[in-house]
């Protein structure tokens, strides 16, 4: 299955158990496939890059390198008309479509709004652990 992560979804795999670090094991072990646009990876650099600042002990910068590395690169299209209402998260959309996702992991109330978009699904991490991943 490929999936599409948000930010904070990743974040929260890299520096926390849960469903995140699951989803994060599940790709790693080669149970999924990880697809992103250069937009979100310089989104998750730039998180990075806060954290680290906030916390100079922390350093999720391997962890980005092997995303880097090992996740599928698209270049989606541009948009004729904004997805969500904050046309930010637009790019987690685009990437999923380009890269022929069917699911998007996010808590994001702007991109669950738009589940079923393009027929992407998005979903709570807790949601595609317990009822997605378990079946894979």
Request: charged share 25%.
């Amino acid at each position: 299955m490929r999936i599409v992560l948000d930010t904070n979804v990743l974040i929260s795999g890299i520096f926390f158990s849960g469903p995140p670090f699951k989803i994060l094991e599940a790709w790693r072990d080669g149970r999924l496939e990880m697809v992103v646009s250069q937009e979100i990876l310089e989104e998750y650099y730039r998180v990075g890059e806060i954290l680290s600042n906030r916390y100079p002990d922390v350093d999720i910068t391997p962890a980005l390198e092997f995303i880097t590395i090992n996740a599928e690169i698209v270049s989606p299209p541009g948009l004729d008309e904004p997805i969500c209402v904050d046309p930010d998260d637009d790019k987690f959309f685009t990437c999923a479509i380009a890269g022929r996702c069917s699911v998007i992991i996010s808590g994001d109330k702007h991109l669950l709004d738009k589940s079923g978009y393009a027929g992407v699904s998005v979903q709570k991490p807790r949601y595609f652990v317990d009822k997605v991943l378990i079946r894979i």
